[in-house]
């Protein structure tokens, strides 16, 4: 079974910094790319940043300069360093994953999702 488990969320100060990592584990054949997602409250759920394994990354005009995706791909791992943290950066932070696991005796290629970590960048 595929998990996806996020850490480093919580409080934090405008222009503080954070760091969120997720890590994948269970049966994975392989990880095509991983991304963090946020969806504040009201709002749809927005693409933050995505890294592929070839480590091209992309993100969000709406963070650029100020975030930073990295993987581990030794630990199935990904990281999401925040800095200069705005108030309109809080919401609920997903973490997904492009990845193959065997399915029976079937590769399937599928998206999967973390759970979710609250970031709450208030004053």
């Known amino acids: 079974q595929v998990q996806l488990v996020e850490s480093g969320g919580g409080l934090v100060q405008p222009g503080g910094s954070l760091r969120l990592s997720c890590s994948a584990s269970?049966?994975?054949?392989?990880?095509?790319?991983m991304a963090w997602y946020r969806q504040a409250p009201g709002k749809q759920r927005e693409l933050v940043a995505t890294?592929?394994?070839?480590?091209?990354?992309n993100y969000a005009d709406s963070v650029k300069g100020r975030f930073t995706i990295s993987r581990d791909n030794a630990k199935n791992t990904v990281y999401l360093q925040m800095n200069s943290l705005k108030p309109e950066d809080t919401a609920v932070y997903y973490c997904?994953?492009?990845?193959?696991?065997?399915?029976?005796?079937?590769?399937?290629?599928?998206?999967?999702w973390g759970q979710g970590t609250q970031i709450t960048v208030s004053s």
């Open positions: 269970g049966i994975i054949l392989s990880i095509y790319a």
């Open positions: 997904n994953a492009d990845l193959v696991t065997k399915k029976n005796s079937l590769s399937i290629r599928g998206d999967y």
């Open positions: 890294i592929t394994s070839r480590g091209i990354t």
